[in-house]
């Protein structure tokens, strides 16, 4: 029996998310324990990621616990991890995707069609924007930040129309009553990795990267590849309104991109590529040829 500590975030979708995994490598017979800890991301609610570092906001700390050796393995949503991980860090699990889609919630209109002209709606997510105001070009769209349950309650406390969330979270906390209406990708693309959680431990620990394999959805991690592919070549970040979403069925991955200009509301570019793919760099090398096509249509 091996013994392990899961560096995670403290809030509930996290420790969630932690409890998932610690569960699963205990019935592989691993003893594990949790180390919770608050980031710099969970610390600072008042200006939007993109103004204040991005994705990695919610990583350093988790990196530095696995660094100093207080933990073994840190728990992720794929779409906060960085697409390029620090030297001596790898993702070593991607596990079974959750729900990849966005969610529409509001306590009084059942589909964004249905907001008035001119509605607040909530989100600090420069992806989210463009691709609201690309059909929504009227609404007034508002930041939002902190966690689950506290966008929740901003909402609850009347000061939004409506917001939109990851149906994940919503899903794995049981809110799932909560969303009135999915959106499907073809209307609003998902961020990369959306829905996916991605196991990050220090290079060097083929043990963690042993006890992991089990929890590794291959489906999942080519998709998810293919997708931080996108982003990757486009230099991809919070300050970067980029969408992709892969579905692979059998060995062909279909992969959907979009980048919308945040200065010209309503210009979204978009490319498709497919192919088939047999390993994850085939998978990430499908990505790159669809952020090549975001390019040559004016994504920069």
């Not at 697409?83 to 306590?107: H, K, Q, T, Y």
């Not at 129309?161 to 999915?182: E, N, S, T």
Request: proline content about 5%; glycine content about 10%.
């Amino acid at each position: 029996m091996s013994r392990f500590t899961i560096a995670t975030r403290e809030s509930r979708l996290a420790l969630w998310q932690a409890e998932h995994v610690k569960s699963l490598l205990a019935q592989h017979g691993h003893d594990v324990s949790l180390l919770g800890m608050t980031t710099k991301g969970d610390q600072i609610l008042d200006r939007s990621l993109s103004k204040v570092g991005g994705k990695g906001l919610f990583v350093k700390e988790l990196e530095t616990a696995l660094e100093q050796g207080r933990a073994d393995l840190a728990v992720h949503s794929l779409k906060d991890v960085p697409m390029d991980l620090p030297p001596g860090f790898e993702l070593a699990c991607v596990m079974e995707r959750e729900d990849p889609r966005d969610a529409f919630v509001s306590p009084k209109f059942d589909s964004v069609e249905a907001l008035p002209q001119e509605a607040v709606v909530g989100t600090s997510s420069l992806r989210r924007v463009v691709l609201l105001r690309a059909f929504r070009p009227d609404l007034r769209i508002e930041p939002l930040r902190g966690n689950l349950d506290t966008r929740l309650r901003k909402l609850d406390e009347g000061g939004y129309d409506a917001i939109v969330l990851a149906a994940a979270g919503l899903k794995r906390l049981g809110l799932a009553q909560r969303i009135r209406r999915v959106f499907e990708p073809a209307q609003m693309l998902p961020a990369a990795g959306q829905g996916a959680l991605g196991i990050e431990v220090r290079s060097g620990r083929p043990d963690v990267v042993q006890a992991l394999s089990p929890l590794v959805h291959r489906t999942t991690w080519m998709a998810v590849e293919a997708e931080r592919a996108v982003s990757r070549a486009l230099g991809g970040s919070c300050s970067m309104p980029l969408a992709a979403h892969a579905t692979l069925e059998g060995e062909v991955l279909r992969l959907d991109a979009a980048w919308g200009d945040p200065d010209q509301p309503g210009q979204l570019v978009r490319a498709k590529a497919s192919g088939t793919v047999g390993s994850l760099e085939e998978a990430a090398a499908l990505g790159a040829e669809a952020a090549a096509r975001l390019r040559a249509g004016g994504a920069h």
